[in-house]
T-cell receptor, first 116, second 110 residues
């Protein structure tokens, strides 16, 4: 089946630094990818929708200058957490839509970000 | 507003007992609903979608538009069913984004 690779799986950084998370569709083309944030024992909160070749669409309350999304190719979307602060610590999950497989959504394994 | 509600955070049953994980939704459009499952230390994966009306691993779910519900059922729970279950609503449009419920942890005891 389709595989979505998310990297890194965990990252620790200092407050004020930026962190980039990559999401790749390994064996299919994904014109649309989604970025979610998940707090412990809580649901996935959609942050933004990433469309290849165009600007991302952010959900209400998500700072676009804080969470930069780039979807430059049909197989890669990146989320950069800029000037990270401890409150940005969370589990970030990406997902990609395979339009050829009845529009099924496939998920990455997630990235645990800890900001010190 | 679009919303998915899973009222139970935790559901604990014994092996062989029936299981019903509740899901209610709020959406003005024509709903498309899904159940996703996350086993321990694994990524989220699709369990079933209402459009396909299929049964996966013995689980079924029926969309009830009158009650705006999409409850997940299994007649006889197995220990390997223990996982986190998320109900999700697809919002139509160019991107078809998914809105997730809060999730229910199913614990099947031996």
């Amino acid at each position: 089946g389709a595989v979505v690779s998310q990297h890194p799986s965990w990252v620790i950084c200092k407050s004020g630094t930026s962190v980039k998370i990559e999401c790749r569709s390994l064996d299919f083309q994904a014109t649309t990818m989604f970025w979610y944030r998940q707090f412990p024992k809580q649901s996935l909160m959609l942050m933004a929708t990433s469309n290849e070749g165009s600007k991302a669409t952010y959900e209400q309350g998500v700072e676009k200058d804080k969470f930069l999304i780039n979807h430059a190719s049909l197989t890669l979307s990146t989320l950069t957490v800029t000037s990270a602060h401890p409150e940005d610590s969370s589990f970030y999950i990406c997902s990609a839509r395979d339009w050829q497989l009845n529009e099924k959504l496939f998920f990455g394994s997630g990235t645990q970000l800890s900001v010190l | 507003a679009q919303r998915v509600t899973q009222p139970e955070k935790l559901l604990s049953v014994f092996k062989g007992a029936p299981v019903e994980l509740k899901c209610n939704y709020s959406y003005s459009g024509s709903p498309e609903l899904f159940w996703y499952v996350q086993y321990s230390r694994q990524r989220l994966q699709l369990l079933l979608r209402h459009i396909s009306r299929e049964s996966i691993k013995g689980f079924t779910a029926d969309l009830n538009k009158g009650e705006t519900s999409f409850h997940l059922k299994k007649p006889f729970a197995q220990e390997e069913d223990s996982a986190m279950y998320y109900c999700a609503l697809r919002i139509y449009g160019n991107t078809g984004k998914l809105i997730f419920g809060q999730g229910t942890t199913l614990q099947v005891k031996p």
